[in-house]
Nanobody, 131 residues
Framework: QVQLVESGGGSVQAGGSLRLSCVASGYIYSSSCMGWFRQAPGEEREGVASIYTGVGFTYGADSVKGRFTISRDNSKNTVYLQMNSLKPEDTAIYYC????????????????????????WGQGTQVTVSS
């Protein structure tokens, strides 16, 4: 079965860095769309970044541009989210998500941040940034 396992969350002070990892298994990883989302208490789930694992096209939210970078290592079926210059407002549970249909890349530019585009989700990892 499909599994997405996140790791790398934790507590840091403002200005610090964390790297989240998402290991995928159980489907054809090499041509899928992977996303990172976050959800703070009382807030809707927000798209942070997305990558097409085939050729590495990336998309990101304006709120994290210049600070967060999404990347992938296809030899490890792993997607990363490098988070630098963290701010207290980045505090949230971060989720990895996968869209496994082969046509996701054609929709990705328009809909990468829509949770409904993704059919599998990880369990989430907590990121807490203190001021």
């Amino acid at each position: 079965q499909v599994q997405l396992v996140e790791s790398g969350g934790g507590s840091v002070q403002a200005g610090g860095s964390l790297r989240l990892s998402c290991v995928a298994s159980g489907y054809i990883y090499s041509s899928s769309c992977m996303g990172w989302f976050r959800q703070a208490p009382g807030e809707e789930r927000e798209g942070v970044a997305s990558i097409y694992t085939g050729v590495g096209f990336t998309y990101g939210a304006d709120s994290v541009k210049g600070r967060f970078t999404i990347s992938r290592d296809n030899s490890k079926n792993t997607v990363y989210l490098q988070m630098n210059s963290l701010k207290p407002e980045d505090t949230a549970i971060y989720y990895c998500a996968a869209a496994t249909d082969r046509y996701c890349r054609y929709r990705q530019s328009a809909s990468w941040s829509e949770p409904s585009e993704y059919n599998y989700w990880g369990q989430g990892t907590q990121v807490t940034v203190s001021s």
